[in-house]
């Protein structure tokens, strides 16, 4: 990605009307046309930034995310991940999972967009899961040869989705919670 010339607030300002966008129409049916006039900047300066509708929905989506679970270190494995849970908006997670549904359906059509969400989204969202869990080694909350390690990111993404499709209702932060309590932590320190 070209090294933007914007400012800050004009960056997340131009984001977030990406995602608003995305979520009136759906990923297959948003242009570059459109998110230009929404956002009112050139579509030349949206290639040349972002190089095209997959990189920018990516580093968009990356950029709304909360601050870094990386940096949530309560002492505490449960204690952790409650912080995670609670540092973003409970209202924003329900818009959130009707985006991250329709994105998901097209990743399947559309290779670019799945190799943008990968490389800006899941690895470093799993990359700093793996940085807490590591800690949790460390203090001996869990045994490092605990199969369980390399499917958290698994398990939460598929927490997140299954109550839309089991019970047709977005994961709250009640639910996520529960989720966390009773499947991944006992998987954890088994």
């Given at each position: ?145 605990n199969p369980a390690l390399g499917l958290v990111t698994h398990m939460l993404l598929g927490a997140f989705l299954a109550r839309e499709v089991i019970e047709d209702r977005s994961p709250d932060l009640e639910y996520l919670t529960r989720y966390v309590d009773s499947v991944v932590l006992p998987a954890l320190v088994a």
């Open positions: 990605m070209t090294r933007s010339r914007l400012t800050p607030e004009r960056e997340t300002e131009l984001y977030e009307a990406v995602l608003d966008l995305l979520r009136e129409v759906g990923y297959d049916a948003l242009t570059m046309d459109a998110i230009a006039a929404r956002t009112r900047s050139s579509k030349a300066t949206l290639y040349r930034q972002w190089h095209g509708k997959p990189q920018l929905v990516a580093t968009a989506l990356r950029h709304v995310q909360p601050a870094g679970v990386d940096e949530v270190d309560t002492g505490s494995l449960r204690g952790d991940f409650h912080a995670m849970l609670t540092r973003g908006d409970n209202c924003r997670l329900e818009q959130d999972s009707a985006l991250m549904r329709g994105l998901l359906h097209a990743i399947h059509t559309n290779p670019d967009l799945h190799r943008a969400l990968r490389e800006q989204l899941l690895q470093p969202e799993d990359a700093e899961m793996q940085a807490v869990l590591g800690r949790a080694v460390r203090r001996g909350e869990i045994k490092a040869d």
